[in-house]
């Protein structure tokens, strides 16, 4: 988004159990809510990835209370470095422990529009 402008549409994989929000590291959800995209990693399991800031403070007090971790360690990623598959395959199914996946041509627009500090809000 641009204001109220859509720059980007993108067909993204999530967690292995998408709905509801993520409570505790394993469940396979993708967290919901407003988080904000902090760095950028070159050199992962994936083709390059943009962190998000999850969890945030409710979401630690949310595990706590339940005592379980929260889990951490989510980002939009592109595909596994030793992925043979074609993207449309492999964006056709729901495969992340909780990322969000998107292609790696896709990955590549991605970070070269967003900046560092951008506010995300993930919704189903």
């Not at 993520?22 to 399991?45: C, H, W």
Request: aromatic residues 10%.
């Amino acid at each position: 988004m641009d204001g109220d402008v859509v720059v980007r549409e993108y067909r993204i994989a999530l967690g292995k159990n998408p709905r509801g929000h993520k409570i505790q590291e394993g469940d396979n959800r993708t967290p919901e809510g407003k988080y904000y995209l902090d760095f950028v990693m070159d050199d992962s399991a994936f083709y390059r990835s943009m962190h998000i800031s999850y969890p945030n403070l409710r979401d630690k007090k949310r595990a706590q209370s339940l005592g379980v971790s929260p889990g951490g360690n989510i980002k939009i990623h592109g595909l596994k470095n030793d992925n043979n598959k074609p993207p449309q395959f492999v964006q056709s199914f729901d495969w992340t422990n909780g990322c969000i996946a998107i292609t790696n041509e896709e990955m590549d627009e991605l970070v070269s529009l967003v900046k560092i500090g951008t506010p995300i809000y993930i919704r189903w």
